[in-house]
């Protein structure tokens, strides 16, 4: 089955007799399915859970993280194992051959059968079970890759560096298959990896690799960001109980990593009120701390159905990536397309950016990664209203779920290009009013306060549903996020933690403010 990524559990049954199946497109061909590699367990999406709920203790989050460890590794191995075909059984050894100059004279006729009983001249092979060959076959294999390692390292310490070699082409193909996620060592990171997917009620028979992977990225992605934030506040708290000179620092530490006024009032309010009935240690400030984080990340999604945005099965969904320049719109849009033909969805790119160099290049090599069509217009400076037109003409056509949309970069102070943002949205309006239309701000994390002006003004002429968080993994800005949600009121629906194509995933707060506070 396939695995939906956007919802974090296994996709939706294909549709009843009667449904309308999507048509293929004969020009782009049909949507390829996932590779097999790229299939992962059926983990059932489990909502984190509530804040008052009692944590389990560190031996038994220990022990749930040396299970899922251990069965994440028996699956590797038994993924990297080829088939073991049955092999026959042992036979008895033959006997010793007679001495030479021996008398031969009946050497031509049979040999009489031997008598009853043992025989010294003849050694039995006791049978050798099949798990024993198994294991006398993996300790070679392992011998040999180790000795052939050996060898590479011995011969690239020996042989001289080859000469550079010339850089690809722009357009040259870009491999479509991306690297699996290798399960490292017991460390630091996949335990706290494990622990972090156990508290929000994930079975360990449910955990996949990539899951933990991408946990691990996130929380080396936000490594800046908690160096100037978690640092500084657990030395501002000490042993000692909060007191109100430690909240006068703690308001200065949120103000530096832009959390921004809104959020850094509600979270100061809500400690001030808690230390006016009790007194509060330092480990229970942290927790009252984190619930304040999540509380207000998740709050502008409260309306929503769902707190993960995901494309609506069986019917067409259109989703506009806006931004200004150098935020990594057709990265993020490549990563989404990705993203969709792993989870199931077909899908379809319009490359509206007809402004910038090389752009409608860019979105065909992403295109092409994903095995998504790109729908473009190769002349230059083409109307982008007329691409995202003639993108959904043929999404309905070919009964195509999800078009994504990459529009040219833009300031939020030129007036000119904003209203022509506002024209591809009437466009879309106009021409499928039954769509599901979402219009995501793609925001880079490092630009801190300026991100959120940014989302103020491109929320009046996009009329936006959602941020794309990108970036992470180069600043120490995260905290920009709780600025979004608290002040633009819009929700963080997908953050991006690295450049390869798996980077991006939908945004879970409980994961976010964990990665953010982790010691």
């Known amino acids: 089955m396939v695995f939906d990524w956007f919802r974090r559990r296994p996709a939706s049954p294909a549709p009843a007799a009667g449904d309308t199946p999507p048509t293929a497109s004969p020009e782009a061909g049909p949507t390829p399915e996932p590779a097999p590699s790229e299939s992962v367990p059926e983990p059932a999406f489990v909502e984190p859970a509530p804040a008052g709920a009692?944590?389990?203790?560190?031996?038994?989050?220990?022990?749930?993280?040396?299970?899922?460890?251990?069965?994440?590794?028996?699956?590797?191995?038994?993924?990297?194992?080829?088939?073991?075909?049955?092999?026959?059984?042992?036979?008895?050894?033959?006997?010793?051959?007679?001495?030479?100059g021996a008398a031969t004279e009946d050497s031509a006729s049979p040999a009489p059968a031997p008598p009853p009983g043992p025989d010294p001249s003849t050694t039995l092979v006791a049978p050798v079970s099949l798990l024993e060959q198994a294991a006398a076959k993996r300790a070679e294999r392992q011998q040999a890759i180790t000795d052939a390692a050996a060898a590479i390292t011995a011969d690239a310490a020996t042989t001289p560096a080859a000469p550079a070699q010339k850089p690809p082409e722009p357009s040259a193909p870009v491999p479509s298959r991306a690297a699996e996620p290798?399960?490292?060592?017991?460390?630091?990171?996949?335990?706290?990896?494990?622990?972090?997917?156990?508290?929000?009620?994930?079975?360990?028979?449910?955990?996949?690799?990539?899951?933990?992977?991408?946990?691990?990225?996130?929380?080396?992605?936000?490594?800046?960001?908690?160096?100037?934030?978690?640092?500084?506040l657990l030395e501002r708290l000490g042993d000692d109980p909060l007191s109100p000179e430690t909240l006068d620092d703690l308001e200065t530490t949120l103000l530096r990593a832009d959390v921004g006024v809104s959020a850094t009032d509600h979270v100061l309010d809500a400690l001030r009120q808690r230390l006016n009935r009790e007194v509060v240690d330092p480990a229970e400030g942290i927790r009252f701390l984190k619930e304040q984080l999540r509380q207000i990340l998740d709050d502008p999604s409260q309306g929503s159905a769902s707190p993960l945005l995901a494309p609506e099965r069986g019917r067409l969904n259109v989703w506009l990536l806006v931004g200004v320049n150098g935020v990594g719109k057709t990265t993020t849009l490549g990563k989404l397309a990705n993203l969709a033909v792993r989870s199931g969805y077909s899908c379809l790119i319009a490359a509206a950016d007809t402004f910038r160099a090389a752009a409608v290049q860019q979105v065909q090599v992403w295109g092409e990664r994903s095995g998504v069509a790109v729908i473009s217009n190769p002349s230059a400076n083409a109307d982008p209203a007329a691409v995202v037109y003639d993108a959904l003409g043929a999404a309905r056509a070919q009964g195509t779920e999800l078009v994504l949309v990459d529009t040219a970069g833009r300031l939020q102070t030129k007036h000119n290009l904003m209203e022509e943002l506002a024209k591809v949205r009437r466009i879309v309006d106009k021409l499928a009013p039954e769509a599901v239309v979402e219009s995501l701000l793609v925001l880079d994390a490092?630009?801190?306060?300026?991100?959120?002006?940014?989302?103020?003004?491109?929320?009046?002429?996009?009329?936006?549903?959602?941020?794309?968080?990108?970036?992470?993994?180069?600043?120490?800005?995260?905290?920009?996020?709780?600025?979004?949600?608290?002040?633009?009121?819009?929700?963080?629906?997908?953050?991006?933690?690295?450049?390869?194509?798996?980077?991006?995933?939908?945004?879970?707060?409980?994961?976010?403010?964990?990665?953010?506070m982790a010691g």
Do not use: C, H
């Open 446 to 516: 490092s630009q801190g306060q300026n991100g959120l002006r940014q989302a103020m003004a491109f929320a009046s002429s996009a009329g936006l549903t959602g941020v794309v968080l990108t970036k992470l993994d180069g600043s120490a800005r995260g905290g920009v996020a709780l600025a979004v949600a608290s002040e633009a009121r819009l929700p963080i629906r997908f953050v991006g933690a690295g450049e390869g194509i798996r980077d991006l995933r939908p945004f879970n707060s409980f994961e976010f403010v964990e990665a953010l």
């Open 182 to 232: 290798q399960l490292g060592a017991f460390d630091d990171t996949f335990t706290w990896s494990a622990e972090v997917l156990a508290a929000q009620g994930r079975r360990v028979e449910d955990v996949s690799l990539e899951e933990i992977d991408w946990l691990g990225r996130l929380r080396q992605g936000l490594e800046k960001t908690r160096q100037g934030f978690v640092s500084q």
């Open 54 to 100: 009692t944590p389990a203790t560190d031996q038994d989050a220990l022990a749930w993280a040396r299970e899922a460890y251990a069965r994440l590794k028996a699956q590797q191995l038994a993924a990297e194992q080829p088939a073991q075909a049955p092999e026959p059984e042992p036979a008895v050894a033959a006997p010793a051959p007679p001495p030479a």
